[in-house]
């Protein structure tokens, strides 16, 4: 088993930035992925970045170039740096631990709120 907490979110304006970040504790040996995934209301879920064991990333083509996906494996943590954020960016925000390439695992937190508004 895997538990993730998540931490960070809030409301800012746009233009602003947040940071969230996925503390991992449990079975961490066996993941090879984590990700940030987001849901609006009436979307579905979608994945935003994802990073492997390995420090390879991967990113939403609509936040490509304003968020960064990072990990610190001494702390078992991820981070999500949002920068340049826009009001569509507004969502609940889950953290997730999987095995899988561009998939979401079994395994997620809480769910954060981002709110960007003025």
């Known amino acids: 088993q895997v538990q993730l907490v998540e931490s960070g979110g809030g409301l800012v304006q746009p233009g602003g930035s947040l940071r969230l970040s996925c503390a991992a504790s449990g079975s961490m040996f066996s993941i090879n992925y984590m990700g940030w995934y987001r849901q609006a209301p009436g979307n579905q879920r979608e994945l935003v970045a994802q990073i492997s064991s390995g420090g390879s990333t991967n990113y939403a083509d609509s936040v490509k170039g304003r968020f960064t996906i990072s990990r610190d494996n001494a702390k078992n943590t991820v981070y999500l740096q949002m920068n340049s954020l826009k009001p569509e960016d507004t969502s609940v925000y889950y953290c997730?631990?999987?095995?899988?390439?561009?998939?979401?695992?079994?395994?997620w937190g809480q769910g954060s709120q981002v709110t960007i508004s003025s």
């Open positions: 997730n631990a999987g095995w899988r390439l561009l998939r979401p695992g079994p395994y």
